[in-house]
């Protein structure tokens, strides 16, 4: 059994949590860059933009309020409305009102954001698949998606450190 003495300090990391921090944070923000730059290079759009683009392809109508876009992106409502407002101005969404609801906006996809995402999706699966899928093995894949779901639910159980919170 480990004493006080022999349990690790729990403010500062071994050398062994260190290197897989460093690793896991270079693989992530690497995969995150390289995507990117993927999607900058080939179709001249940010992934932020495919995020809010696939999200309006997604949804009825083609169209999301605000408060929607918040809830599926995770992103704070002031990062949401400015990308829809850079989106708006080079015509890939269009704000539209909302009968139901005076206070909201729609935020639709246009003609032109849909032609994007058609255009976008097959390079971008290829990349995702040549990163993720290709440099895994099956077993590596199963591994990764059990840890990713532990982890998905250890950042939720952190959002909501007490259930009361989640419950409003």
Not at 123 to 135: C, E, G, P, W, Y
């Amino acid at each position: 059994m480990a004493t006080a003495r022999t349990r690790p300090d729990p403010r500062k990391l071994t050398d062994d949590e260190l290197e897989l921090f460093r690793a896991f944070h270079l693989m992530r923000r690497g995969f995150d860059r390289t995507l990117d730059a993927q999607l900058q290079h080939d179709d001249g759009i940010s992934i932020s933009e495919l995020e809010v683009l696939m999200a309006l392809v997604r949804s009825p109508g083609r169209r999301l309020r605000v408060r929607d876009l918040v809830d599926i992106t995770g992103w704070e409502k002031s990062r949401v409305s400015h990308q829809v407002t850079r989106m708006v101005s080079r015509g890939l969404v269009e704000r539209q009102e909302c009968a139901e609801d005076r206070r909201a906006m729609w935020i639709h996809l246009t003609g032109e954001g849909r032609r994007v995402v058609v255009r976008a999706l097959p390079k971008h699966s290829a990349t995702i698949r040549r990163i993720l899928f290709d440099a895994l093995t099956s077993d590596q894949q199963d591994a990764l998606l059990g840890i990713a779901r532990t982890m998905n639910t250890a950042i939720s159980d952190e959002d909501c450190p007490q259930q009361d919170d989640c419950d409003d």
